[in-house]
T-cell receptor, first 116, second 111 residues
Framework: GAVVSQHPSWVICKSGTSVKIECRSLDFQATTMFWYRQFPKQSLMLMAT?????????EQGVEKDKFLINHASLTLSTLTVTSAHPEDSSFYIC????????????FGAGTRLSVL | SQQGEEDPQALSIQEGENATMNCSYKTSINNLQWYRQNSGRGLVHLIL???NEREKHSGRLRVTLDTSKKSSSLLITASRAADTASYFC???????????WGAGTKLIIKP
């Protein structure tokens, strides 16, 4: 159990276009979903935390108008990179938590975004 | 959201040897977790140790926690080529579902 699907796994787009990444918890309801960005050979950088039905909480330095997060249901969160530019090229990973005291996060496989 | 340090940054050993990675953190914690990431993939939860536990085992994994030193270690015994991956520790604090991530250790197992 605790499978998280992230789609697409790889996307190439032109500068100025928007890209939507989906994150779904397939066999459980996620109280909270997280969006991370990861640069090569580095650790995870938390971008935002989202709870179903409420606005996402963005980390300092992350532009909320640039990275739109929608958490429409307990099993689906989306990240839209608006007007993407080459500097937005990165590896984006989502995770979902069931909550509770153990606070384990279940990760999607990640999305490699390349902006030309 | 990164507060942990891990050492070594990279570790290369022969298959069959044991691999030990260390993690240090800065604040008091509820739990400490270890995750594994294969190249270009998401992370997979390996093991969780609570702040009131000192040692935990899961298969070939052994985790220790020393809250007085704010450090943890992950031991992988009898390593296999398939253990090649990056390993991250993560901690959480009271009532905050965010995890604070270590910098990671890249482990290479040579066949």
């Amino acid at each position: 159990g605790a499978v998280v699907s992230q789609h697409p796994s790889w996307v190439i787009c032109k500068s100025g276009t928007s890209v939507k990444i989906e994150c779904r918890s397939l066999d459980f309801q996620a109280t909270t979903m997280f969006w991370y960005r990861q640069f090569p050979k580095q650790s995870l950088m938390l971008m935002a935390t989202s709870n179903e039905g409420s606005k996402a909480t963005y980390e300092q330095g992350v532009e909320k108008d640039k990275f739109l997060i929608n958490h429409a249901s307990l099993t689906l969160s989306t990240l839209t990179v608006t007007s993407a530019h080459p500097e937005d090229s990165s590896f984006y990973i989502c995770s979902a938590s069931r909550g509770g005291t153990k606070n384990i996060q279940y990760f999607g496989a990640g999305t490699r975004l390349s902006v030309l | 959201s990164q507060q942990g340090e891990e050492d070594p940054q990279a570790l290369s050993i022969q298959e069959g040897e044991n691999a030990t990675m260390n993690c240090s953190y800065k604040t008091s914690i509820n739990n400490l977790q270890w995750y594994r990431q294969n190249s270009g993939r998401g992370l997979v939860h390996l093991i969780l140790i609570r702040s009131n536990e000192r040692e935990k085992h899961s298969g070939r994994l052994r985790v220790t926690l020393d809250t007085s030193k704010k450090s943890s270690s992950l031991l992988i015994t009898a390593s296999r080529a398939a253990d090649t991956a990056s390993y991250f520790c993560a901690t959480d604090m009271d009532s905050n579902y965010q995890l604070i991530w270590g910098a990671g250790t890249k482990l290479i197992i040579k066949p």
